[in-house]
């Protein structure tokens, strides 16, 4: 499993960066294909964290905000979660982001850690993340 984030802040493009499937994420991707008994991914959650993403990784450092994922489209061996902040909302210097199946807790899929994104109380911002099973 591969996974690549694209930010999106006010509609341009700030950032396209790889993440990590963490070790849950891939005990989670198993059990889905043996059966149903892990709900799907719904939710993407940002932080202010810098600590580099490792396979062990269960939450982020420091979670800010997660949002209900505002599409999920599946194409080929790929699909692309996408979740919108919008103004007021998730507020502040971002720098990680995680995929999870739950509106608190949950099992994580990915995380990701990148340069600051600055997220202003007027701004949007979209992130779409791909995995890819290749």
Excluded: Q
């Excluded at 080929?76 to 996408?82: D, E, H, L, R």
């Excluded at 199946?101 to 949007?124: E, I, P, Q, Y």
């Amino acid at each position: 499993l591969t996974g690549a984030v694209s930010i999106a802040v006010n509609d341009e493009v700030v950032k396209e960066i790889p993440n990590l499937v963490v070790t849950a994420g891939k005990s989670f991707v198993a059990s889905r294909m043996k059966d149903t008994t892990k709900a799907a991914m719904t939710h993407m959650s940002i932080g202010t964290n810098s600590t580099a993403a490792a396979a062990s990784d269960t939450t982020l450092g420091t979670e800010i905000d997660r949002n209900a994922l505002t599409s999920t489209t599946v194409t080929a061996n790929a699909i692309a979660y996408v979740a919108t902040y919008a103004a007021g909302d998730g507020t502040g210097a971002i720098t990680e982001a995680g995929l999870f199946n739950a509106s608190s807790g949950g099992d994580m899929l990915c995380r990701t850690v990148f340069n600051v994104v600055n997220k202003g109380s007027a701004d949007s911002m979209t992130i779409t993340w791909t995995i890819t099973v290749s």
